[in-house]
């Protein structure tokens, strides 16, 4: 039996068929991964956040300084100290909270350029961080079907 022939799954395998089974499978992985709905969370949604972890005291260094879900992308151990926050483990613990919400895995600073290209919902959120109609008209389905067709 040929390549071109060959049974998959009930329908013959090889040329327009099983692209459209690849398509099928990639937009079916979009929906599955869905963007985190804290992308869409006001300022006091992200303070309410910050007090269900267990620090009330940062609550207003987030509102202050307008963090909503958008912006939460952003925070990490670098960005702590400017809003104020300046207790390691309490950045440590919050800097992983964020990331765990969001999704997305532990930036190595040893990370090998040779190596393949993050996990893709690190580099969408690095994609939505932005600000404008392009990032806002972004959606997670969209950045897949551009940037790993």
Not at 23 to 48: G, Y
Not at 110 to 118: A, D, E, G, K, T
Not at 125 to 137: F, H, N, R, V, Y
Request: aromatic share 8%; net charge positive; with cysteine.
């Amino acid at each position: 039996m040929s390549r071109s022939t060959q049974s998959y799954g009930g329908r013959k395998r090889g040329g327009r068929t099983h692209a459209r089974k690849t398509i099928a499978t990639s937009n079916k992985m979009a929906q599955q991964m869905a963007e985190p709905n804290c992308l869409h969370w006001s300022c006091d949604d992200v303070a309410d956040w910050i007090e269900q972890l267990g620090f009330p005291q940062y609550r207003e260094c987030f509102t202050r300084n307008l963090i909503n879900g958008r912006k939460l992308i952003i925070v990490d151990c670098s960005h702590l100290p400017l809003l104020g926050i300046t207790d390691f483990e309490h950045m440590k613990l919050i800097a992983r909270s964020v990331r765990e919400l969001l999704g997305i895995e532990d930036p190595f600073w040893n990370r090998s350029i040779s190596l393949p290209p993050r996990e893709p919902m690190g580099m969408f959120l690095e994609s939505k961080s932005i600000t404008g109609p392009k990032a806002d008209a972004l959606t997670y389905a969209k950045f897949l079907k551009v940037n790993y067709k």
